[in-house]
């Protein structure tokens, strides 16, 4: 089975064991995760807004075409990375995903991750940062790279703000486009 094959199995899986079933049932569709499973970082957000339920996909809406422009600022395309989101569903109104939520969808991260192999995870947001780093303090801790040790696997992750704070706050679009940069040169230059 290739990766993709992989993924695909994944996400059949989530369906036949119905993970968060209430969230399932209001959401339009999973939104598994985008982009390309050879990838050297995959990004992960919190969970999908209304345009990833429509569509299927990851950070396809507003905070999306921000994370292109972090992608462009480092000579890269969505097919170059891999995303997705901590849980694989749209929370009702955008409400923030439970602690539940995140821990019942948390195994299913840890197998994409160990069927993509990535060089560097980056955590997009601080909901998605903390679960992997607990004493994150993103104002502090972004763009600094933390080998996180979780049971069998080891991880290089880089902590970024969300991109939708760059939607609010002009000032942070600097500070993600830099982050983000650092990020992909020490995929680059990691192992
Ligand atoms: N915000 C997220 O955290 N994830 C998405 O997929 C879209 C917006």
């Given at each position: 089975?290739?990766?993709?094959?992989?993924?695909?199995?994944?996400?059949?899986?989530?369906?036949?064991?119905?993970?968060?079933?209430?969230?399932a049932?209001?959401?339009?569709?999973?939104?598994?995760?985008?982009g390309n499973p050879?990838?050297?970082?995959?990004c992960?957000?919190?969970?999908?807004?209304?345009?990833?339920d429509?569509?299927g996909?990851?950070?396809?809406?507003?905070?999306?075409r921000f994370?292109?422009?972090?992608?462009?600022?480092?000579?890269m395309?969505r097919?170059?990375?891999y995303?997705?989101?901590?849980?694989?569903?749209?929370?009702?109104?955008?409400?923030?995903p439970?602690p539940?939520?995140?821990?019942?969808?948390?195994?299913?991260?840890?197998?994409?991750?160990?069927?993509?192999?990535?060089?560097?995870?980056?955590?997009?947001?601080?909901?998605s940062?903390a679960?992997?780093?607990?004493?994150?303090?993103i104002?502090?801790?972004?763009?600094?790279?933390r080998?996180?040790?979780?049971?069998?696997h080891?991880?290089?992750?880089i902590?970024?703000?969300?991109?939708?704070a760059?939607?609010y706050?002009?000032?942070?679009?600097?500070v993600?486009?830099?982050?983000f940069?650092?990020?992909?040169?020490?995929?680059?230059?990691n192992?």
């Open positions: 089975m290739d990766k993709q094959q992989s993924l695909a199995s994944l996400a059949a899986e989530i369906l036949e064991k119905n993970i968060c079933p209430e969230l049932e209001q959401a339009t569709q999973l939104v598994l995760g985008d050879n990838a050297d970082i995959v992960i957000g919190e969970a999908p807004g209304k345009a990833e429509t569509q996909l990851p950070f396809v809406g507003a905070s999306g994370l292109n422009e972090m992608l462009a600022a480092a000579g395309e097919r170059d990375i995303i997705t989101n901590i849980v694989k569903y749209r929370p009702p109104g955008n409400r923030d439970t539940e939520e995140k821990k019942e969808f948390w195994p299913y991260l840890m197998r994409q991750l160990e069927i993509i192999n990535p060089k560097v995870v980056i955590t997009l947001g601080r909901h940062g679960c992997f780093i607990p004493d994150l303090t104002s502090k801790d972004h763009g600094h790279a080998k996180v040790q979780y049971e069998a080891e991880f290089l992750v902590p970024l703000y969300h991109p939708a760059a939607l706050n002009g000032s942070m679009r600097q993600l486009i830099d982050d940069v650092t990020a992909a040169e020490l995929a680059r230059t192992r």
